[in-house]
């Protein structure tokens, strides 16, 4: 999902006000410059009425509202082409033989490109770029501060007992940084749920949460990361904002950026993959109380160099540096831009659900998981359904129809309409009783039911009831074939008075019913 600046600017508040990093690293983590991100956090300053606490009960409106008061419109600015710093390191390296200087190559780049940077920001580059090229920097992980994520290239077999079918767990590794205390996971897959659920088991078991994750750069996490700066992957980023955690993913193609997760990924496999290489496993559960039994045993485990175990390092570096664990475990949520339809409902899976219809062709944020489905305009929550799994299945609350809608289900219920139907004939009441049948929420067939037993009024009682029966015939039920029926006198051709012929199960014909003989 695309980020929007709004969503841009919500997040930089919160790392910035409420997490409390410094603007540098809001910076990192968002992509929004750091003169920007102060700027944000001056005009929440400055903004009376403004509680940064309740960021996520304002709208997008109400928060443009009161950050930008004033609307001002900045050109946008041409962008300057960028120096070919590989092209003038390698022309410098030769410049023993060339006598080729750093001046020279920016006169040479200004005349290609006249509006492009001058001499001073010329040099800053080059050297920003000359700093990037061998980098070997021993790094310093703060207590707390992080939690490296990645997956082991090493899978193990999972047997089914019952088809002998063989299928490969993935082994997922978290490790913190200050004290590499470790944890491990097998899942069926890396698929998003499975690679969430991998990181609340990781938390839980930590016991609290560090101030900053870095993953790996899998589609689950990450949807990219490059020049243009990062976007992260929807739920990822629900999962963290629900953990007020912040979001560092490893340069693509920069294991140094992740040392502790090789470090950690290379011991998992060799302490406990490698013992564990002659069971067989049937499940995953059982795989993961192996991992587990080891897991004590890997933690617990003397590091030669520094005298200590992991277990103890982390009683006394980063355990102490922990946030607290929310107070509710959190519930895997996905996301999804859905737009209006005209019936004022949208459709997730096959199946539909009502938002308030002054929404209509609107397009609207729905985040939902296995129990419910919530919908959002603009960062407002405008409804709350449970989950449906049933293809076709539909929630109607009331409160979203327009006023005439209401009306009519306010007048109609069943037992009304069944009563008309019956005030009509057999078939008319067969008919109504299968619409009822067909759908859990029985108000979402009373227009399609009105409309069809109105057509008595039009076509006359006998017409409509032999319309019903050809249509019980040719099982085509829908509102519109019994109109083409009645339209067309199709009940009058002689397979529609052929006697024999079985009809298919789209009603169930009782034995008082009376035939097509009946009507002539």
Not at 205 to 217: A, E, K, S, W
Request: with cysteine; aromatic share 10%.
């Amino acid at each position: 999902m695309r980020i929007t600046p709004m969503k841009k600017i919500r997040e930089a508040l919160r790392l910035y006000v409420v997490v409390k990093l410094s603007a540098r690293k809001v910076e990192r983590a968002t992509g929004v410059p750091r003169s920007t991100v102060l700027d944000y956090a001056k005009r929440v300053e400055e903004s009376q009425n403004f509680v940064i606490e309740k960021l996520d009960e304002i709208d997008d409106k109400t928060l443009h509202s009161k950050l930008f008061p004033e609307r001002r419109i900045v050109e946008p600015l041409h962008k300057k082409v960028m120096p070919d710093m590989e092209y003038i390191h390698q022309e410098l390296k030769r410049r023993k033989k060339s006598k080729v200087t750093l001046m020279l190559l920016w006169q040479e780049y200004k005349a290609d490109y006249p509006n492009g940077y001058e001499y001073t920001q010329f040099r800053v580059y080059y050297r920003r770029y000359k700093q990037k090229l061998n980098p070997s920097m021993r790094q310093i992980h703060l207590e707390g501060d992080k939690v490296f994520i990645d997956y082991s290239g090493l899978t193990m077999p999972i047997y089914n007992a019952q088809t002998g079918e063989i299928t490969k767990a993935q082994i997922f590794v978290a490790v913190l940084g200050a004290s590499g205390y470790t944890f491990a996971h097998a899942t069926a897959s890396q698929k998003q749920e499975d690679f969430i659920l991998s990181h609340v088991l990781a938390y839980e078991f930590f016991g609290g949460v560090p101030r900053i994750v870095v993953p790996d750069n899998l589609k689950s996490a990450i949807i990219f990361n490059n020049k243009d700066g990062i976007v992260v992957n929807e739920s990822y980023a629900a999962l963290n904002r629900h953990y007020n955690i912040v979001v560092e993913p490893a340069r693509p193609g920069k294991p140094k950026d992740k040392p502790k997760a090789e470090q950690g990924v290379q011991g998992i496999q060799r302490y406990i993959l490698a013992r564990l290489r002659h069971q067989k496993f049937f499940d995953i559960d059982s795989l993961n109380e192996a991992i587990g039994n080891l897991l004590d045993d890997y933690n617990n485990k003397i590091v030669k160099h520094l005298e200590q175990s992991r277990s103890q390092m982390f009683a006394s570096l980063d355990e102490p540096h922990l946030s607290p664990l929310p107070a509710n475990r959190y519930v895997y949520t996905e996301f999804k831009i859905a737009r209006v339809n005209q019936d004022y409902h949208i459709s997730l899976d096959k199946c539909n659900y009502s938002v308030p219809f002054k929404y209509l062709k609107e397009s609207v944020e729905l985040r939902y998981s296995h129990s419910s489905v919530k919908i959002y305009y603009q960062h407002k929550h405008i409804a709350t359904h449970p989950r449906l799994y049933r293809i076709g299945a539909t929630s109607t609350l009331s409160e979203h129809m327009p006023k005439a809608h209401e009306y009519v289900h306010e007048k109609m219920n069943p037992q009304r309409l069944q009563n008309w139907a019956k005030n009509i004939g057999e078939y008319s009441t067969l008919y109504v009783e299968n619409r009822f049948v067909s759908v859990e929420h029985k108000p979402n067939v009373y227009r399609g039911i009105i409309a069809v037993l109105s057509f008595a009024k039009l076509y006359g009682k006998i017409e409509l009831e032999l319309a019903l029966m050809y249509a019980l015939e040719k099982n085509t039920p829908s509102t519109k074939s019994i109109k083409s029926i009645l339209d067309r006198k199709l009940y009058l051709s002689k397979g529609a008075n052929n006697t024999n012929k079985t009809a298919p199960s789209l009603f169930d014909i009782h034995e008082n019913i009376r035939g097509a003989d009946e009507y002539k």
